[in-house]
């Protein structure tokens, strides 16, 4: 049995998007449910590789489907607050990217949710593996984490 994760910090994670959040993200006991959580993961990693020119989610012929994803709870996140996604690379292989993600409240050093996923990257035609492109690898090195 694995003992529980404790939360990163802030430090912990190279690149940062504030996502705000919005009233039909909570839920019924008062706080954000727990499936946003997961959108926000992809809202990061994915607005991250856009503006960083390694993804072009309308033309581009390589694609990342999603094939792991977890996710650890610490403490609540609420409407109106503002979530800070810090995201860093934990693993890059020939055809995918594990991602790590780190939910803050904005300006809160410990995260209050964390967790990865994993794109493999593929053909858009094919939906076959293939290797990373040189600017997706880049960011990737770029966000390694330590």
Not at 79 to 91: I, K, S
Not at 111 to 139: M, S
Request: with cysteine; glycine share 6%; net charge neutral.
């Amino acid at each position: 049995m694995s003992s529980r994760p404790t939360p990163h910090l802030r430090s912990s994670y190279p690149a940062f998007r504030a996502i705000p959040t919005r009233w039909a993200d909570n839920d019924l006991y008062g706080h954000v449910n727990n499936v946003v959580y997961y959108s926000w993961f992809d809202t990061a990693v994915n607005a991250l590789l856009i503006e960083r020119g390694a993804l072009d989610i309308h033309q581009g012929q390589v694609i990342g489907l999603v094939v792991e994803t977890q996710c650890n709870y610490f403490s609540s996140l609420a409407f109106p607050q503002t979530v800070e996604a810090g995201v860093r690379v934990a693993h890059a292989g020939t055809s995918s990217i594990r991602y790590e993600v780190g939910l803050f409240a904005q300006g809160a050093d410990t995260a209050a949710a964390q967790g990865h996923f994993v794109h493999v990257y593929v053909d858009r035609a094919t939906q076959r593996p293939v290797p990373l492109p040189r600017a997706l690898r880049e960011v990737a090195d770029a966000l390694r984490a330590g």
